[in-house]
């Protein structure tokens, strides 16, 4: 599966893109630290990212969590991640939490990849719901979320901590297939 728009594409992480990640959360250490900490910490070498790869392939095939990795196509040049996580099958609910390589911020490319993944979600995978949890000082994800036609829901009190800081609270947004 490989979803095209401009000079990008989306596609499955796999295990030749473990070289790739490992370089990409290293160069964007600074952006991941607060609200990726965990893909941070488990790809801070070439072999923990293989690891992890492993692990979210076979969460990919058993449909548990959905990590798409966006890249350039002319250079295959990893750049950004998107999560489809938290998934409830039976409300065919799912989150999106996504990142992209501060070289590559502001220029659109991130909201056109979540409306694309929006779709393919609604359209392939089956989900009904898509929520995006974002903090109020994150204004490049809450204009991702806008210009890609979420709304706001609430505010969820301390539903993320970050490493070494207290709870936060986060801003839920919700799209809704309109097709359902």
């Not at 990409?24 to 923990?48: A, G, Q, W």
């Not at 095939?61 to 489809?84: Q, R, T």
């Not at 659109?108 to 903090?135: C, E, M, P, Y």
Request: hydrophobic share 35%; with cysteine.
């Amino acid at each position: 599966m490989k979803l095209n728009f401009d000079t990008y594409h989306i596609s499955p992480i796999n295990l030749q893109d473990a070289w790739n990640l490992c370089n990409f959360v290293v160069s964007n250490e600074e952006r991941l630290k607060r609200y990726f900490p965990k893909t941070l910490e488990e790809n801070l070498t070439p072999d923990l990212s293989k690891i992890f790869v492993k692990k979210k392939v076979k969460h990919f095939e058993s449909k548990e969590e959905f990590l798409f990795a966006l890249k350039e196509n002319e250079s295959n040049n990893l750049i950004g991640l998107i999560y489809l996580k938290s998934l409830d099958w039976k409300k065919k609910h799912g989150e999106l939490a996504y990142c992209i390589d501060y070289n590559y911020e502001g220029k659109g490319i991130t909201t056109n990849a979540i409306q694309i993944l929006s779709d393919h979600a609604f359209d392939r995978i089956g989900l009904i719901t898509l929520k995006a949890i974002v903090h109020k000082s994150n204004l490049a994800s809450i204009k991702v979320a806008e210009n890609c036609n979420f709304t706001w829901i609430k505010t969820l009190e301390k539903e993320h901590t970050p490493p070494g800081e207290l709870p936060l609270d986060m801003e839920l947004y919700e799209l809704y297939n309109e097709f359902e």
